[in-house]
């Protein structure tokens, strides 16, 4: 079942621009974690964020936490064309326990 | 690492056919998950494993569909007999089971479409 929403469903910029990506979930986690997926191809991790931090960095990534609010945020600074893909939260409530994936955001980096 | 492998890529079949998809998780690695991603549904969790014995298989649609892990680097997923209601991407992955790290590594799927 899913766990939550992904919102915009899909976000279409322009390269250079900022991307931000919202996620929703319904129960009580461990992780959240934000994965990529191109076109045809496997999800790719991209971060992950514990229940007990507000924010994670990664290279042009940025994470955001709000467990009070069961909500998550995604931003992708400087977006370039090769980020084009779908991006999906996914919440786990522990080590070795499944993902339950969101629905994604489809995100397009017009150059 | 070659990563998680998956076999066939695609595979196209007739309803009523049996189905093995094959999966080779990353070496080192002890929890092992199939999920299965349509348009309507999403990325969904079919079933487990956790040191080669299933946790979980609530997710298996029915009873045509098995899982089995012989060994800790072989799993399969069947269904028997198929219905074109099963096309989907099936994927693998494996995760290493280490204390609170929970990062998964997807294989590139199984593209099943059944006619």
């Known amino acids: 079942s899913q766990q939550g929403e992904e919102d915009p469903q899909a976000l279409s910029i322009q390269e250079g621009e900022n991307a931000t990506m919202n996620c929703s979930y319904k129960?009580?986690?461990?992780?959240l974690q934000w994965y990529r997926q191109n076109s045809g191809r496997g999800l790719v991790h991209l971060i992950l964020i514990r229940s007990n931090e507000r924010e994670k960095h990664s290279g042009r990534l940025r994470v955001t936490l709000d467990t009070s609010k069961k909500s998550s945020s995604l931003l992708i600074t400087a977006s370039r064309a090769a980020d084009t893909a779908s991006y999906f939260c996914a919440t786990d409530t522990g080590g070795n326990t499944p993902l339950v994936f969101g629905k994604g955001t489809r995100l397009s980096v017009i150059a | 690492d070659a990563g998680v492998i998956q076999s066939p890529r695609h595979e196209v079949t007739e309803m009523g056919q049996e189905v093995t998809l094959r999966c080779k998780p990353i070496?080192?690695?002890?929890?092992l998950f199939w999920y299965r991603q349509t348009m309507m549904r999403g990325l969904e969790l079919l079933i487990y494993f956790n040191n080669n014995v299933p946790i979980d298989d609530s997710g298996m649609p029915e009873d045509r569909f098995s899982a089995k892990m012989p060994n800790a680097s072989f799993s399969t997923l069947k269904i028997q007999p198929s219905e074109p209601r099963d096309s989907a991407v099936y994927f693998c992955?494996?995760?290493?089971?280490?204390?609170?790290?929970?990062?998964?590594?997807f294989g590139p799927g199984t593209r099943l479409t059944v006619l």
């Open positions: 129960t009580s986690i461990n992780n």
């Open positions: 992955a494996s995760s290493s089971g280490l204390a609170g790290v929970n990062e998964q590594f």
């Open positions: 070496s080192g690695h002890n929890s």
